[in-house]
């Protein structure tokens, strides 16, 4: 259910320097399968899809919730900063997890930016994202995800076992046309 963007300090005479809006939205899905629960580039099945070994097993089909949060001032009528956090959660089966060590179970990222509307066309801005990530269980490599180096053979290097956990800090510069 997405919330519609409130303006807590609204724009005065068409200025918005001074503004401030929330915006959000939160959500809950079943049986989502890899659009958000693959995780390390690796391809899962339908996730109640037991595997014919299994004889009789069946996955529980995973709950995935999760949402957004959006904090908007305007500096001047045309600079303004925005902050954001993003969280989901994919709720599986201890069976699950264990098949497939590489999806996701836990994820949120943090973002801050500045924007400059250079006139109604172009927007220029920069922007820092921290994501933290969490699996299932230590990776076994699948999707051609390599692990550091471990040891090294005559055909080359040799991965080692993934972490549970992963972060990444993203600095992005940007320009947007609107046609």
């Known amino acids: 259910a997405g919330l519609p963007e409130r303006h807590i300090i609204p724009e005065k005479n068409l200025n918005k320097t001074g503004a401030l809006s929330l915006s959000g939205s939160v959500w809950a899905g ?10 390390r580039d690796a391809l899962s099945p ?14 529980a089909v995973p709950v995935s919730t999760g949402g957004w949060g959006q904090i908007s001032y305007y500096l001047t009528d045309k600079v303004f900063v925005n902050g954001l956090y993003g969280f989901m959660w ?16 836990r994820w949120q990222n ?7 509307d250079v006139n109604p066309a172009i927007r220029i801005g920069a922007e820092y ?3 933290d990530v ?3 269980r230590p990776g076994n490599n699948a999707g051609g995800n390599e692990a550091p180096p471990t ?11 993934l972490s549970t956990k992963g972060t990444t800090s993203v600095y992005r ?3 947007w046309y609107y046609f």
Request: hydrophobic share 40%; proline share 6%.
């Open 129 to 131: 994202a921290y994501v």
């Open 151 to 161: 040891s090294m053979n005559l055909a080359g290097y040799v991965g080692g076992p």
């Open 30 to 39: 079943q049986n989502i399968a890899d659009f958000f629960v693959g995780g």
């Open 90 to 105: 994919n709720n599986f089966s201890q069976l699950y997890q264990k098949q497939y060590p590489d999806d996701t179970v």
């Open 173 to 175: 510069v940007g320009l």
């Open 46 to 59: 339908i996730p109640y899809d037991a595997d014919p070994s299994l004889k009789g097993i069946r996955y």
């Open 110 to 116: 943090f973002i801050v930016n500045i924007l400059y």
């Open 134 to 136: 969490n699996f299932c």
